[in-house]
């Protein structure tokens, strides 16, 4: 799934190509795409596009208050069409156009549909209500230096409603580089624990937006080579060299190395527990 760096740098290669340009139309391609009928989308034609944004995962198109909110998901995508296309392709989830410039076009890719889009009226913030604290800001630094949750921070910072931005793939890049186990809880850490996560939210986000700004256009298809150990199970630790290890879940697993982060024990892995029984 694209989270904040992801996002961040397509919002601002989508508003140097888009900010200004008049608004003249949206195909939507997939119904179940469509999170909302009012204010229509047809009322948005002709409006100046203010810019485009990024809040949590949510790419913000910007029209002097009234919105145009797209989540990705995990399978969505985006072409920056230039010239401008009419074609319906497969996997097609909503097509923006603008007087002058490219048309934009969300696809989605596998299975599942769950990318989808959203009208907001000024002063309706639709799902962003729901968001908590942006991952690179002072309130999440706060939350992180004096919070009490006994939820293990690997949950916590996958948690959209706690902080906003960060999926499965940053949370394992950020608690190894902690040194961290995916398995401790925030009122557990101690002070310099604390500063660690810290440190570690800030410098692995910061290094993979710096990546991602040397991309061009939309957002491709792959997204390979993003992480430093999620999804890296059973290679050498960029650390220590020791093998990652994983814990399974039915929707996600969680990549750690037991070396680096759990003082050597491995944790038990459900999909293991599974097959044994």
């Avoid at 499965?168 to 604390?194: C, F, I, Q, T």
């Avoid at 810290?198 to 040397?214: F, N, Y």
């Avoid at 039915?250 to 190395?257: A, G, I, L, Q």
Wanted: net charge positive.
């Amino acid at each position: 799934m694209p989270e904040l760096p992801e996002m961040q740098a397509l919002a601002e290669r989508l508003d140097a190509v888009l900010a200004g340009a008049p608004f003249a139309g949206a195909t939507p391609l997939q119904f179940s795409a469509a999170k909302t009928f009012e204010p229509p989308i047809d009322s948005f034609v002709g409006k100046q596009l203010q810019g485009v944004g990024r809040r949590g995962k949510y790419l913000v198109f910007d029209f002097a208050g009234d919105r145009v909110l797209v989540h990705l998901s995990q399978g969505g995508r985006v072409d920056v069409e230039d010239p401008p296309k009419t074609t319906r392709p497969k996997g097609g989830v909503v097509r923006f156009a603008f007087d002058g410039r490219p048309s934009i076009l969300v696809k989605e890719y596998g299975t599942q549909r769950k990318a989808g889009w959203w009208t907001l009226a000024e002063g309706n913030d639709g799902p962003l209500a729901r968001l908590g604290p942006e991952a690179l800001s002072p309130e999440f630094e706060a939350l992180v230096q004096g919070g009490s949750d006994t939820r293990r921070v690997h949950t916590l910072l996958r948690d959209q409603r706690t902080v906003a931005g960060i999926g499965r793939g940053y949370s394992d890049d950020v608690l190894h580089e902690a040194r961290l186990s995916p398995y401790v809880s925030l009122s557990k850490l101690n002070e310099d624990e604390r500063r660690r996560l810290i440190e570690a939210v800030h410098g692995v986000l910061h290094d993979a937006l710096e990546r991602e700004r040397q991309r061009s256009g939309g957002l491709p298809a792959k997204l390979d080579q993003r992480f430093r150990v999620h999804g890296r199970f059973g290679t050498p630790c960029p650390g220590c060299g020791e093998q990652l290890q994983r814990v399974s879940h039915e929707s996600h697993e969680v990549t750690y190395c037991p070396s680096c982060q759990t003082g050597g024990r491995v944790l038990a892995d459900r999909r293991l527990s599974r097959l044994i029984r």
